[in-house]
C-alpha cells in the first residue's frame, strides 16, 4: 500500500530553470532596496549578489546546506552598511525571487496528478534549494497547496540525497519505508536517496539530464505516469 508521496520541485512540479534568473532576480533586490531609501552602489550589490548565488558551492562534504540566499543578502548587507533585521531580510528575498517565482510553469498535468492524489495519500515537498520562500512562494502562485509538509534543504540544513534531509520528511509519518514513494528528476539525488531508506522511487524523466536511472523502482516519462505506476503498486485512487 502507498500511503505518501514526495516530490521534487524543479524538473518534477515546474521546469528547471537552472541559473537563468539569477541577473533579474539580483537586479530586483537592488531596485527594491532602492525603492526604500537606501543610498548604496546598486549596481555593485546587483553584481555581487548574482556572482555569490551562480558560483558559491550548495553543498558541504557531509551534504549540509551552504550558502542560502538569506546568507548571501545579509552578508551583502553588512558589507553595503544597510541596516538589517529578519523582516527586512524576508522581504528583500521575496524580492529577489519575484522574476523566477512569475516565471515559474508548471509541467503539463502535473495539476491534474497532485489533484488525484489530493486526500488519497500524504503529499510532501522535498527540495534542494537555496531559498525556502521561494518554494513556498512557486508552490502559492501555481495553486498547490495540497502538500503536508514543505520541507527544503535551505530550513532543513541538510541536501539530498543526506538521509537527515529526507528524515526531515518520513519521520513526521508512522509508514514502512516501503509505503513512501520520492518522485524526482535526478536519479543520484532522489533515487539514491530514497534507497538508503527504504522507499520506493520514480524517475520523472521529462526535463532532466541524466543518464543513470540509478534502479529507480520505476520511470515516469509524463507526468501522467505517476498516476499509473502508483496504481500499479496498489493505491486505489477512485
Known amino acids: ?33 532602492r525603492s526604500l531609501g537606501h543610498e548604496f552602489d546598486y549596481k555593485e550589490f546587483s553584481d555581487r549578489l548574482e556572482s555569490l548565488q551562480k558560483d558559491s558551492p550548495k553543498a558541504g562534504d557531509n551534504l549540509e546546506q551552504l550558502n542560502t540566499t538569506k ?12 541596516p538589517l533585521n529578519p523582516n527586512l531580510l524576508n522581504d528583500i528575498t521575496k524580492a529577489f525571487f519575484m ?10 498535468e502535473i495539476k491534474k496528478v497532485l489533484a488525484a492524489l489530493k486526500g488519497k495519500v500524504k503529499l510532501a515537498i522535498l527540495s534542494n534549494t537555496r531559498s525556502h520562500i521561494l518554494i513556498v ?15 527544503t534543504s535551505a530550513k532543513a540544513g541538510y541536501r539530498k540525497p543526506s538521509p537527515l534531509f ?16 520520492m518522485i524526482g528528476d535526478l536519479p543520484h539525488k532522489d533515487v539514491v536517496g530514497a534507497k538508503a531508506l527504504g522507499l520506493k522511487s520514480i524517475w520523472i524523466n521529462i526535463d532532466s539530464d541524466a543518464k543513470d536511472d540509478f534502479a529507480a523502482d520505476a520511470i515516469a516519462t509524463s507526468p501522467k505516469d505517476i498516476l499509473t505506476i502508483l496504481e500499479s503498486w496498489g493505491l486505489n485512487l477512485n
Open 1 to 33: 500500500m502507498i500511503r505518501a508521496v514526495i516530490f521534487d520541485v524543479g524538473g518534477t512540479i515546474i521546469w528547471r530553470n537552472g541559473k537563468r534568473y539569477l541577473k533579474a532576480n539580483a537586479w530586483t533586490a537592488s531596485n527594491y532596496l
Open 71 to 82: 546568507e548571501h543578502i545579509s552578508l551583502l548587507c553588512k558589507e553595503f552598511h544597510i
Open 99 to 108: 522574476p523566477e517565482i512569475a516565471g515559474a510553469i508548471a509541467l503539463p
Open 137 to 151: 512562494e512557486i508552490l502559492k502562485q501555481l495553486g498547490l497547496d495540497g502538500f503536508d509538509i514543505i520541507a
Open 166 to 181: 529526507f528524515k526531515a520528511v518520513i519521520d513526521n509519518w508512522d509508514f514502512e519505508p516501503q509505503e513512501i514513494v
